[in-house]
């Protein structure tokens, strides 16, 4: 069963830094793409950045371009997301998501068939 499981959100100021992570488990996940979506409240949910755990390869919205970093650790089945100079909008719910089809577009949450349950990232102005 896999399973997927963020940690890290939490409460940080204007300009600040926080790190996400989730940790990956239930299948080998060398040939998937991992995502970090969003969601705020009364909003879609969004993408923000995925990593592709074979090749590394690396992608990230426009939005996010210069202040995120998504990384991954393959000997510890994990994913992380490092969020810089943080917004008042970036707050949202961080989800992570990993995909079995990485030949398809990233940013779309249908390339994803698995989700974790999301940790609260609250910027304050």
């Known amino acids: 069963q896999v399973q997927l499981v963020e940690s890290g959100g939490g409460l940080v100021q204007a300009g600040g830094s926080l790190s996400v992570s989730c940790a990956a488990s239930g299948r080998t996940f060398s040939n998937y793409v991992m995502g970090w979506f969003r969601q705020a409240p009364g909003k879609d949910r969004e993408f923000v950045a995925a990593i592709s755990w074979r090749t590394g390869n690396i992608d990230y919205a426009d939005s996010v371009k210069g202040r995120f970093t998504i990384s991954r650790d393959n000997a510890k089945n994990a994913a992380y997301l490092r969020m810089n100079s943080l917004k008042p909008e970036d707050t949202a719910v961080y989800y992570c998501?990993?995909?079995?089809?990485?030949?398809?577009?990233?940013?779309?949450?249908?390339?994803?068939?698995?989700w974790g349950r999301g940790t609260q990232v609250t910027v304050s102005s």
């Open positions: 998501a990993a995909g079995r089809r990485p030949s398809e577009r990233w940013a779309m949450i249908s390339t994803y068939d698995y």
